[in-house]
T-cell receptor, first 114, second 114 residues
Framework: KNQVEQSPQSLIILEGKNCTLQ??????????LRWYKQDTGRGPVSLTI?????NTKSNGRYTATLDADTKQSSLHITASQLSDSASYIC?????????????FGKGTKLSVKP | NAGVTQTPKFRVLKTGQSMTLLCAQD?????MYWYRQDPGMGLRLIHY???????AKGEVPDGYNVSRLKKQNFLLGLESAAPSQTSVYFC?????????????FGPGTRLLVL
């Protein structure tokens, strides 16, 4: 069964520090990999989308990397801010199916403390 | 643009009652989705639509029905609510450009079934 596993489940860091979130997937082949940010009580918001041929993509202080050979992705957050406190969700698109084939990870809950 | 809006924001139902959740988008997107999000689980797709007048089942469609009579609206119905349907429901819409899909989520509807 196609799966998307994220680690750690939760993370606490101090404001200003960097952190890296991990995503491992078994979806193969895949069309693209996305990272979403979900604030508490809100819907997810897209941060990055990478195709299988892309290795890295940035969006401000967020940088996503992708290693299609090892089926791993990471999201690196630089100089964290209190507003980065949220859940970060990794999503992999399976091209073999229809429009509905997005496989969501359970997310990593990040807390940034002052 | 209001983006993706959902009505209502919160609802309490008794077992066996019915209700309809409304999703509206003003971005002229072809694709629309209904997800549910439960604690400790990733978002799971209930139903989706690839265009006006079309609907398709997702991963967890049982107990739900949908309709897409107008391009901008996607309705999710619960005919006979059960406690297992207590969840947060998210609607999303998307478009495809350069072979990449960008998804926009609504703010969510919290449903409690007693």
């Amino acid at each position: 069964k196609n799966q998307v596993e994220q680690s750690p489940q939760s993370l606490i860091i101090l404001e200003g520090k960097n952190c890296t979130l991990q995503c491992n997937y078994t979806v193969s082949p895949f069309s693209n990999l996305r990272w979403y940010k979900q604030d508490t009580g809100r819907g997810p918001v897209s941060l990055t989308i990478m195709t299988f041929s892309e290795n890295t993509k940035s969006n401000g202080r967020y940088t996503a990397t992708l290693d299609a050979d090892t089926k791993q992705s990471s999201l690196h957050i630089t100089a964290s801010q209190l507003s980065d406190s949220a859940s970060y969700i990794c999503v992999v698109s399976d091209p073999g199916g229809s429009q509905g084939n997005l496989i969501f990870g359970k997310g990593t809950k990040l807390s940034v403390k002052p | 643009n209001a983006g993706v809006t959902q009505t209502p924001k919160f609802r309490v139902l008794k077992t066996g009652q019915s209700m309809t959740l409304l999703c509206a988008q003003d971005m002229n997107h072809e694709y629309m989705y209904w997800y549910r999000q439960d604690p400790g689980m990733g978002l799971r797709l209930i139903h989706y639509s690839v265009g006006e007048g079309t609907t398709a089942k997702g991963e967890v469609p049982d107990g739900y029905n949908v309709s897409r009579l107008k391009k901008q609206n996607f309705l999710l119905g619960l005919e006979s609510a059960a406690p297992s349907q207590t969840s947060v429901y998210f609607c999303a819409s998307s478009y495809v450009q350069s072979n990449q899909e960008t998804q926009y989520f609504g703010p969510g509807t919290r449903l409690l079934v007693l």
